[in-house]
């Protein structure tokens, strides 16, 4: 099985509807990061959680990490076009912000 | 401040044959990472670089990848022979220093082997 599930695998949405991803790692945490990546590029940083309960937010991008559940979610409010792509977790098992192990991605897509 | 640059962008060459990918990490970042990405899942990384010195390089399939990175800055990936299961995309990462700053990915490498 995989270290780090992400759920669901994909999504389609209504523009202008909340949705949650979740990432859930079978393994303790030393720190959770949070990509985006568009068909044919490069990851974009969306956020870095690190302790638990922690919660950060950038435009209408919230992320939180459970510690407790070794559990991370991503909300995205009243959802645009411009967030539709694949959204990818990554741990940081070893505490050295290095050897990330990523999730399979949850693939994201809005609707008009 | 310029991203991390990756080239080519798009590769497609048949099996048995060679194929060498470059990446010029941001200014100053000294750690320098290689991930490879098959369709459909999560990047996996193959090796991690310190300046120009191996952190990591234990899912890096030694028989047929290797990597370098002589100067401590640019550094490259290279296939020699490609199998048909490498094809993927080859991102490049680069972060401040090991265990110090996120890591800020490139456009990647989209390879098919034929």
């Known amino acids: 099985s995989q270290e780090l599930e992400q759920s669901p695998q994909s999504l389609i949405v209504q523009e202008g509807k909340n949705l949650t991803i979740n990432c859930t790692s079978s393994?303790?945490?030393?720190?959770l990061y949070w990509y985006k990546q568009k068909y044919g590029e490069g990851l974009i940083f969306l956020m870095m959680l690190q302790k638990g309960g922690e919660e950060k937010s950038h435009e209408k991008i919230t992320a939180k990490l459970d510690e407790k559940k070794q559990q991370s979610s991503l909300h995205i409010t009243a959802s645009q076009p411009s967030h539709a792509g694949i959204y990818l977790c990554g741990a940081d098992y070893t505490g050295t912000a290095s050897k990330l192990t990523f999730g399979t991605g949850t693939r994201l897509q809005v609707t008009l | 401040e310029a991203g991390v640059a990756q080239s080519p962008r798009y590769k497609i060459i048949e099996k048995r044959q060679s194929v060498a990918f470059w990446c010029n990490p941001i200014?100053?970042?000294?750690?320098l990472y290689w991930y490879q990405q098959i369709l459909g899942q999560g990047p996996k990384l193959l090796i991690q670089f310190q300046n120009n010195g191996v952190v990591d390089d234990s899912q890096l399939p030694k028989d047929r990848f290797s990597a370098e990175r002589l100067k401590g800055v640019d550094s490259t990936l290279k296939i020699q022979p490609a199998k048909l299961e490498d094809s993927a995309v080859y991102l490049c990462?680069?972060?401040?220093?090991?265990?110090?700053?996120?890591?800020?990915f490139g456009p990647g490498t989209r390879l098919l082997v034929l």
């Open positions: 200014s100053g970042h000294a750690t």
């Open positions: 393994k303790t945490l030393y720190g």
């Open positions: 990462a680069s972060s401040l220093a090991e265990g110090i700053g996120t890591q800020y």
